[in-house]
Structures are given as C-alpha cells and as structure tokens.
C-alpha cells in the first residue's frame, strides 16, 4: 500500500493500456473453447478421440471443469499483475509500481524536483492508433531512469508531470 | 475403489489446494495493495461467484465418477 505523506495528494495515476491483458483474455478464452469444440464440432477431430469422450463423458466434463478452472485463475492472476502496475503522480512525488509477479513487486519513486528529462516513445501501427506508449523518465535520484510502460496517452501523463515539476520547483523555491 | 476413483481423488484434491493457495494469495495481494480498497470488492466477487461455479462443476462430475 501506498502511503503519502502528510498534505499530500494524487494529481493523477494510470495503468497500463488495457489491450495487453486484452489480447491475453482473449487467449485464454480460446485457450478454454478448444475441449468445447470436442462437443460442438466433434468431426474436426480425429475419431480416436470421439470415441474417448463418447465412452467417458464425465470424466471429460471433469477433466473441461479443471482445465476452465485453472484458466480463471491463470487470468486473474494475469489481471492482478495488470492491476496493480500503476504510476502514480502527486503534487510532491512520481511513485512507479511495478507488480512483475505474483511474489515480484518493485515500487520505484522520485521527488518531482529531480526530474529532468521525459522521453514518450511510441512504436507501431497499434499503439499510434491507439495512444499508448513508454514514457522514459530521467531523474537526478538513485533511481537514474524510470520505465513506464504501455501507457495510455503518454504525451498527456508527459505535460501532467511537467507541470507539477515546475509547480514542485517554485515550492521548493520559495520555501528556501 | 477403483483405481480410477483413486487417481481421480488424488487430482480432485490437488486441485482444491492450489486453488485454494492461489485464491488466498490473490485476495492477500488485492487487500493489502489496492490504492482505493472499495473498488477491489466488485472484483472480489466476479472471481468468486466464477470460481464457486467451477468449482461446483469440478466436484458435482467428481462425485458422478466417484459415487457408484
């Protein structure tokens, strides 16, 4: 869990674009048809096969019921490391999360004053057609640079993060 | 029992038990990493009332197998 800091709070935050964990649902769901298309369309298949699931349909309904099951599962942890990659900027900081696994988490942050240089790159016909893209942001901290991938609408995340650095840095100014 | 029923049992039961690990770590992670918790409730249940459905289907076949 995040915590912030006393008076702080979230200017803005986003997740990754949704259609990589798009593409990977729509795997998985062909993924859990295929043993379907054994009922539905059982002359594609070889008749070895049909005579299996013909002598023993109970144990191919279990054996669909385990393998959906496990699917659900593979999607949902596909989606919680979706879910839980999320870039964080507040009127102080940029929090980068990165859930890479399911016991694999990497939380990188920056004081807005430190950053430097922002580089959006976007690749491809799809991630044009749809805005979404890296965001590459060099900071003055231990962290040298943050990779923020798959965003949407990465040259409006550029200007969000620019304006608070110059709002941070007048603060900081100021107060000196 | 069969030796079917058997294999079957020892399959069923494993099943169970990585689902069950991997739903306990699933909720552990959306309870304790969730930036607004209230939102991570309407997942909750999706996942649930979906794997109690499968999870229903795995056993009523398990037993149809099983059960003479």
Not at chain 1, 9 to 37: D, Q
Request: with cysteine; glycine share 4%.
């Amino acid at each position: 869990m995040i915590t912030l800091h006393p008076g702080e709070t979230i200017v803005f935050e986003t997740r990754r674009h949704w259609l990589p964990i798009a593409v990977e649902g729509i795997v998985l769901l062909i993924f859990a048809l295929i043993p379907l298309a054994l009922l539905v369309l059982p002359h594609v298949f070889p008749p070895e096969i049909q005579a299996v699931v013909a002598r023993s349909r109970d144990l191919f309904f279990f054996g669909v019921s385990a393998w959906i099951l496990f699917l659900w599962v593979v999607f949902f942890i596909a989606w919680t490391n979706y879910y839980l990659d999320i870039f964080i900027i507040t009127e102080k900081r940029i929090i980068d999360i990165e859930q890479i696994g399911l016991f694999s988490r990497d939380v990188a942050e920056s004081r807005l004053e430190n950053v430097e240089d922002i580089r959006v790159q976007i690749t491809g016909v799809v991630p044009s057609l749809l805005d979404f893209g890296n965001l590459h942001i060099q900071t003055a901290g231990v962290q040298r640079e943050f990779l923020v991938s798959d965003i949407p609408e990465p040259d409006r995340v550029r200007d969000i993060i620019a304006k608070q650095h110059d709002l941070a840095t007048q603060n900081a100014l100021r107060a000196a | 029992m069969q030796p079917l029923s058997i294999i079957l049992s020892i399959v069923f039961g494993a099943l169970l038990a990585f689902f069950a690990t991997i739903s306990t770590i699933l909720n552990y992670h959306w309870k304790q990493y969730e930036l607004h918790p209230g939102k991570i409730k309407k997942l909750q249940r999706v996942y649930g009332v979906g794997a109690g459905i499968l999870c229903a289907t795995l056993t009523a076949f398990y037993l149809r197998i099983v059960l003479p």
